[in-house]
């Protein structure tokens, strides 16, 4: 009996000693009010700014995500990014740990995405297959806890990051070639740069920035398309054609629609760099397209005013200049030591009646690289990109250029603005001298070389050899309307029977005598083609 009770106690004791209590211990709020994606949430003491909140709605087994906003004294004003219709007055509310971060990597190339990284293209989920185990990578979990990335399906990068700075730069001194005779020439575009395309509705800003995504195709540039507040045909749209063209292959798309809420329009931006920023950090070259960002302010002043924040100029709060700076300031090119990975960004801005003095675009113009402006007036003309080369100006200029374009472009400049000078004055009267006529006539010629069809983007060998034959007089004897087939012509010839040449201007990049010599001699055996046929 004894034996009995002294086995019964032993084991007692075991289980006393081996029981371990560890009760889940969450800190829980509650939605005062809600409405318009917005909440009022009592509760949660311990929340930090920009951190992810669950919405546990009742009777629905998936939370909602939102993020912390406001942190007031007694309440805060979070903002919902799930399905903000599930969230209702008296919702229990959960903190999570971690900052408003989305998941990144090589498996994203290719697909469409929602601001939050969920794939919207019905591929299946987006899984990483490039971290591998034992790979050395600082990533953040579900869980908020940094950690090395070893056999994880997805990295997370926070949506807010501080730029890189001063001393993980360098200059941008590699072109980011756009396959636009106009841009490439005239205002080029540096890896690392930011550049902004600005115009009223309706001029071509998005399909300027379509043929750079289509134009790297095999430049080993990573094109991320952020669509803000765009229809979701216009998109659908856009996907179409870039596969059409193979341009998806090396292309995310991250499309925060027209019918999705305004908290989604405010965090695509910021999600579309975190994603290029993890491609710039393993070294690569990144070009992010923001289209566009007057949606994007839109979207902050609606949320700032619900959240009742204090409304400034045309309503927007004051602290508006910020939400584009600490987007843009993100873009840069990376030195050797820190990688050598660039991200370039191009923001659109869309104006009203051509007014670029307005408060949205002279906040974004002061913080980029310079300005690419789409005039209405000469896309009604026909003139198409219609650039309006006195607005525009890159900052960088022909840092950003190869040395054969840097020669060629120069010219162009000078002759264009000759050109647009002489015209104005030249309407006013009939009788011109000689000099002044052939100025006019080459101008016409120059401008009608520079127009280029959507979906057309030229090899930069391509662009110099017909900037050269422009600015040197071989096309002064080609009428005006037939200078489209005239140039199509000179390419086809030169694909066909200068194709050692042309090798030559790819790889060498620069007009040394030699080149210049073979390629005055390739323009003169066309010409006499030309003449003879």
């Not at 009742?58 to 406001?70: D, F």
């Not at 507040?229 to 292959?249: F, H, N, P, Y």
């Not at 190869?402 to 009267?429: N, T």
């Not at 066909?496 to 990049?509: A, D, N, V």
Request: proline share 4%; with cysteine.
């Amino acid at each position: 009996m004894n034996t009995t009770k002294d086995q019964i106690v032993a084991a007692l004791k075991k289980e006393v000693d081996e029981f371990q209590f560890s009760p889940e211990v969450a800190e829980v709020g509650e939605v005062m009010e809600v409405g318009d994606g917005v909440a009022r949430i009592a509760g949660l003491s311990n929340v930090r700014m920009s951190e992810m909140i669950e919405f546990l709605p009742q009777g629905e087994a998936k939370p909602v995500s939102g993020v912390a906003m406001n942190l007031e004294q007694d309440s805060i004003g979070a903002i919902i990014l799930g399905e903000q219709e599930k969230v209702k007055e008296g919702d229990e509310v959960r903190l999570t740990g971690r900052v408003l971060s989305v998941p990144v990597g090589e498996g994203f190339i290719g697909r469409v995405v929602n601001p939050l990284g969920e794939p919207i293209d019905g591929k299946g989920p987006v899984v990483e297959a490039s971290l591998r185990k034992g790979e050395r990578e600082l990533t953040q979990d579900r869980g908020g806890v940094n950690s090395r990335g070893q056999s994880r399906e997805l990295a997370y990068y926070p949506v807010e990051k501080i730029a890189p700075g001063v001393i993980a730069r360098e200059s941008v001194n590699k072109p980011l070639q756009t396959g636009i005779k106009a841009i490439d020439s005239m205002i080029p575009i540096g890896r690392g740069q930011r550049e902004l395309i600005i115009g009223d509705r309706q001029t071509g800003k998005t399909a300027l920035v379509i043929d750079t995504i289509v134009n790297q195709r095999e430049s080993g540039v990573i094109s991320i398309y952020v669509a803000v507040g765009q229809k979701d045909s216009k998109v659908a749209k856009i996907v179409a054609e870039l596969e059409k063209r193979d341009a998806m292959a090396n292309t995310i798309v991250v499309v925060a629609g027209a019918s999705m809420p305004a908290p989604l329009w405010f965090i695509a931006p910021y999600a579309g760099c975190a994603m290029g920023e993890y491609f710039m950090d393993k070294g690569k070259d990144v070009v992010v397209i923001y289209d566009d960002l007057s949606k994007h302010a839109w979207s902050y002043r609606q949320m700032s005013l619900l959240l009742r924040r204090p409304p400034g100029r045309e309503a927007y709060p004051g602290d508006i200049f910020y939400l584009h700076s600490r987007l843009l300031e993100r873009a840069a090119k990376l030195n050797k030591a820190h990688g050598g990975g660039s991200l370039t960004a191009l923001p659109i801005i869309e104006t009203q009646a051509g007014d670029i003095s307005a408060y949205i675009p002279t906040n974004v113009i002061s913080i980029t690289d310079g300005q690419i402006y789409l005039e209405g007036d000469l896309f009604y003309q026909g003139i198409r990109p219609a650039l309006n080369v006195g607005l525009s100006v890159s900052r960088v200029g022909s840092a950003a250029q190869v040395k054969a374009m840097k020669k060629v472009a120069g010219k162009l400049r000078i002759e264009l603005a000759q050109y647009r000078e002489l015209a104005a004055f030249a309407q006013f009267g009939s009788d011109l001298d000689p000099e002044t006529r052939a100025r006019l006539e080459r101008g016409k010629r120059l401008t009608e070389i520079l127009k280029q069809g959507q979906y057309e983007p030229m090899s930069v060998e391509h662009q110099i050899v017909i900037l050269y034959a422009a600015t040197n007089g071989y096309v002064d004897d080609v009428p005006v309307e037939e200078i489209r087939s005239w140039e199509e012509g000179l390419h086809r010839y030169l694909d066909t029977s200068k194709q050692e040449f042309m090798k030559l201007l790819r790889e060498k990049k620069e007009l040394t005598e030699e080149v210049e010599e073979k390629l005055k001699d390739a323009l003169n055996e066309y010409k006499n083609i030309k003449v003879q046929s």
